[in-house]
């Protein structure tokens, strides 16, 4: 897939996000980390922003990197965004190279 076809079906699955929260009761991973950027929600929000600004810092990439893509936010999706394939596309796009990216962030996730 290329750069503009990823990020555009990035852009529109997360356009279409409702922002209700109800994906956030089953995630695994919000739990554990620092902020709501570690689950369903705040990772849709924060790929809407990568898909825009093809541009990812590291918190961004701390937050795609920690999702377990487990897909049970998609369950409860009423829109059924699927997260985990949108987390897949990103983090393939931000290894590539195709979107800008902290590489000093990078190093700290691969440990």
Do not use: W
């Not at 990035?10 to 922002?19: A, D, G, K, M, Q």
């Not at 089953?26 to 929600?41: D, K, Q, S």
């Not at 849709?44 to 795609?64: C, Q």
């Amino acid at each position: 897939m290329s750069l503009e076809d990823g990020l555009q079906r990035i852009l529109e699955e997360t356009n279409s996000c409702l922002y209700c929260g109800f994906c956030e009761a089953v995630c695994p991973t919000l739990p554990f980390g620092p902020h709501r950027g570690y689950g369903p929600r705040g990772r849709v929000y924060i790929m809407n922003e990568i898909a825009r600004t093809r541009r990812a810092g590291g918190e961004a990439l701390a937050s795609v990197f920690s999702c377990l893509t487990c897909g049970a936010c998609t369950q409860k999706c009423p829109v059924k965004i699927n997260v985990a394939d949108l987390v897949k596309e990103a983090r393939a796009l931000v290894l590539s190279g195709q979107v800008k990216s902290d590489l000093a962030a990078m190093q700290v996730i691969s440990r």
